[in-house]
């Protein structure tokens, strides 16, 4: 299988946080690696994630310096084959990856 690297940067989504987690571990391609870049969060968004004993979900910390840092520090951290992005505030299809896949290897 062709890992897919799913960039997640997030500050504040404890609301949020373990739906977007639970749609991303359900999907029907299972070989991702979720990368999620704390900014700083006030609240447990960072804590939620730590939790989950996935080893295919790594969790980085950024200083408060917004999303395009984040996701600048995500990128040194890619390991997969085909790179998206996600926000912490929505939920993915559970056929969405392997979707993406398909998608790739048409073309």
């Not at 299809?93 to 790739?104: A, R, Y």
Request: net charge negative; hydrophobic share 35%; charged share 30%.
């Amino acid at each position: 299988m062709e890992t897919i690297s799913i960039l997640l940067p997030f500050k504040n989504e404890e609301a949020y946080i373990q739906e977007c987690i639970a749609s991303i571990k359900a999907q029907t391609h299972n070989d991702w690696q979720l990368i999620a870049v704390d900014d700083h969060s006030d609240d447990q968004s960072r804590t939620l994630l730590e939790k989950e004993k996935d080893p295919r979900i790594e969790v980085y910390t950024n200083e408060r310096k917004g999303i395009l840092p984040a996701l600048q520090t995500a990128q040194k951290h890619i390991k997969g084959t085909y790179v998206t992005r996600m926000d912490a505030d929505d939920i993915m299809p559970i056929h969405k990856l392997e979707s993406l896949l398909k998608l790739v290897r048409s073309k």
